[in-house]
């Protein structure tokens, strides 16, 4: 099922409960960073970043890549505190002021050396392990339950699904009112626009707790298809086609928003992505509806025009 850029399926820019699940307005500065996240329905986090550290997301694989990253952050942190330990206490203990007197003699030590080499290399392979887990993690599309395939434009995704989706087709463009807001001299305050420039007009629909496949390509430029809150984040490169995959725990329905993080153009800011995550049963309707829309408006286009008609009836 297709629409033209700025058109939606009712005839409206946007409906009230597309309104009521719109998320909080993010700063201008947090949206310049693209450090965007959700704007979920009812019962769900507005964010699920503090503004100071990565989002924990509401699939699997963000919690592990939020998991990977605090460890290793804990990591870090203790290594800082090792090092400038040492150092601020040698600065203290052995200043000049104290009659400390320098060692000249020691030039070279090679029990330190590979002291400072061996413990290096153990914490690197320590943190390698979990990180190649989450890795592999990443790259395991296996088993998917939905499969979309995402072509980006500049500037707008193309939206096809497969398996039992089959058949729905869409373009996601940015939303009016942003659009409008952006232009040039357009006299319209860009905060009083909701969620300004990471609204679209037909956002990707997907079941919560289903393993979503994404083949990614573009027709273009490379962009990148980006949601902070699913921990995904791939390539799309003219000429190939990648895989990205992520599974939103049941319970989290709601929208979520990311943005393309290539620098595919100059209008690179305004290519939002909006996922509408839904229930299974509510996502099957919603496929049912569209479905009916695509043999309806199959149906008018191959029904005979009025004159046509008329001209059959005469003879």
């Known amino acids: 099922m297709s629409f033209t850029r ?36 009812t019962g769900a986090p507005a964010n ?51 009659g400390a007197i320098p060692d000249t003699t020691l030039v070279h030590s090679t029990k330190v050396e590979i002291i400072w080499t061996i413990v290096p290399v153990a914490i690197l392979v320590a943190m390698a392990i979990p990180a190649a887990k989450v890795i592999l993690m990443m790259e395991d599309t296996r088993n998917s339950e939905l499969s979309i395939r995402v072509t980006a434009y500049q500037w707008k995704w193309q939206y096809q699904y497969m398996d039992a989706a089959e058949g729905i087709n869409f373009f996601s463009t940015l939303a009016r009112d ?5 232009q040039l001299r357009s006299g319209i ?8 420039l990471l609204d ?4 990707m629909v997907i079941p919560s707790g289903t393993k979503v496949r994404l083949l990614l390509t573009s027709e273009d430029v490379i962009h990148a298809w980006w949601v902070p809150d699913f921990g995904a984040k791939r390539s799309a490169v ?9 599974k939103v725990d049941p319970g989290k ?15 690179h800011g305004f ?10 049963d509510d996502f099957k309707k919603w496929v049912d509806e569209q479905k009916a829309a695509v043999k309806q408006a199959a149906a008018h286009d191959a029904a005979p025009p009025p004159t046509a008609q008329v001209l059959s009836t005469t003879n």
Request: with cysteine; charged share 15%; glycine share 12%.
């Open 6 to 41: 700025g058109e939606h399926d009712d005839g409206t820019s946007r409906g009230p409960a597309y309104r009521r699940t719109g998320g909080r307005r993010t700063g201008a500065w947090t949206r310049a960073l693209g450090l965007t996240a959700l704007g979920a329905a």
């Open 48 to 98: 699920t970043s503090n503004g100071y550290n990565l989002p924990p997301g509401v699939t699997g694989l963000s919690h592990a890549i939020y998991a990977l990253h605090m460890e290793v952050f804990w990591v870090s942190v203790a290594i800082a505190i090792g090092v400038f330990g040492v150092m601020i206490y040698a600065l203290v203990k052995f200043r000049h002021s104290q």
């Open 178 to 182: 942003s659009n409008f807001a952006r």
């Open 189 to 196: 305050d860009p905060k009083s626009v909701e969620n300004y």
């Open 200 to 203: 679209v007009d037909h956002p």
């Open 238 to 246: 003219p000429g190939f086609v990648n895989e990205l995959w992520f």
């Open 253 to 267: 329905e709601g929208i979520y928003r990311g943005q393309c993080t290539s620098l595919c153009g100059r209008d």
């Open 271 to 280: 290519m939002p992505v909006v996922v509408d995550v839904r229930t299974p």
